[in-house]
């Protein structure tokens, strides 16, 4: 075989396995590696970690994982006796090797700016430290583009971009001032490397959150970013979901039989790239990896693909509606 048929079929080869592995893998292919050969989840322990909206969902199962492991943490969300029972569970995983004080809950909703330095202070003084903090709390969005009330734009990212930003730079600033090397994780989405339909505000505002920390990133080598970027996954988030109108939710539970990825696995995987401190990585069952990697590495052909799979089918792989057909909300 001459040279040049050599480096095509290896360009061949190379191509047929990332396209298997895209198929078969529930998350993208570094976060596939780094749980497999990288460090485990247990190389955190003792580290003081921050969740916020740790008292469902996602952030919920992330504390559990962390705690399971040995990691002290700090749960925030605005329903304390959520949060206390997350607490309850963390203790329980730990099996006796963290203590209640090794798990500090503080009541915070994340909209009042004005209480987050002190909430800051009272973790360092707790702890005498922290070394991550990951920004979970969120809430998603279904609602017409051209219906969105701009007050809604404006609460949405009030929630999902300013309220983040905010308490990650007193991060930052308590990393610098203290020599640290910090690390700082957000939750972004899929809706965070593609356009979501019906989630105008929600995806401008995942996407914002990628300027905001790829520019940290680059400004500041010292702070370790993390970029986790959940696909469909249980949780409660769409009933909490921002719609059309100020003040309203969706208020649609999301359904047992929906094609979604379990929070417990979508949290194990986030441990994971905080374990490892991957830099942008993203979780989610078919099709999400086509999404994720074809949305990000060929744009052409995404815009190509787009066209053939069509809104309404986007929207079902959204909503984690493959499986569904008989549901009239789900259409
Ligand atoms: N589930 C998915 O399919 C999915 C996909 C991609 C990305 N995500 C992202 O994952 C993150 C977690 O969402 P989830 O799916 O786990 O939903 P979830 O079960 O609804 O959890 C959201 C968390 O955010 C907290 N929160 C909401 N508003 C808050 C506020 N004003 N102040 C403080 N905390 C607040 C909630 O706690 P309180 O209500 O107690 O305050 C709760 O702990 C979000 O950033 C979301 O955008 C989820």
Redesign the pocket.
């Given at each position: 075989m001459g040279f040049l048929a050599a480096i095509g079929l290896i360009v061949i080869i190379y191509y047929i396995v990332q396209f298997f592995l895209w198929t078969i893998l529930d998350c993208d292919i570094e976060l596939f590696l780094a749980s497999t050969l990288g460090k485990p989840i247990s190389s955190l322990k003792g580290k003081v970690v921050w969740i916020?909206?740790?008292?469902?969902?996602?952030?919920?199962?992330l504390a559990k994982i962390l705690s399971k492991n040995g990691v002290r943490l700090i749960l925030?969300?605005?329903?304390s006796r959520?949060?206390e029972a997350t607490k309850q569970e963390c203790l329980l995983l730990a099996g006796g090797a963290l203590n209640s004080d090794d798990i500090l809950v503080i009541t915070?909703?994340?909209?009042?700016f004005a209480y987050h330095q002190d909430t800051f202070n009272r973790v360092i003084q707790h702890f005498r430290g922290l070394h991550i903090l990951v920004?979970?709390?969120?809430?998603?969005q279904r609602a017409e583009w051209n219906k969105i009330d701009i007050n809604v734009d404006r609460e949405l990212f009030e929630?999902?971009v300013f309220?983040v930003i905010h308490l990650s730079r007193l991060a930052v600033t308590y990393f610098e001032q203290n020599n640290v090397k910090g690390q700082l994780a957000v939750?972004?989405?899929?809706?965070g490397l593609i356009g979501a339909p019906n989630s105008a505000s929600?995806t401008g505002a995942?996407h914002a959150l990628h300027g905001y920390y790829e520019a940290l990133r680059n400004e500041k080598p010292n702070i370790n970013v993390n970029i986790y970027?959940?696909?469909?996954?249980?949780?409660?988030?769409?009933?909490?979901a921002f719609v059309e109108i100020p003040g309203q939710k969706y208020n649609h539970p999301?359904q047992s039989d929906d094609k979604?990825?379990t929070?417990e696995r979508?949290a194990y995987l986030y441990a994971i790239a905080l374990a490892n401190n991957t830099g942008l990585c993203w979780s989610g069952i078919f099709p999400i990896n086509w999404i994720a990697y074809i949305g990000l590495y060929y744009p052409n052909i995404k815009r190509f693909l787009l066209a053939v799979i069509g809104t309404r089918r986007l929207q079902k792989i959204r909503d984690?509606r493959c499986n569904n057909t008989n549901d009239p909300s789900r259409a």
């Open positions: 916020t909206g740790a008292s469902s969902g996602i952030g919920r199962e925030t969300a605005r329903n959520e949060l915070l909703d994340m909209l009042k920004n979970n709390a969120g809430r998603s929630l999902d309220s939750t972004s989405s899929t809706a929600y995942k970027c959940p696909g469909p996954t249980f949780s409660n988030f769409l009933q909490e999301v979604r990825m929070a979508c984690g």
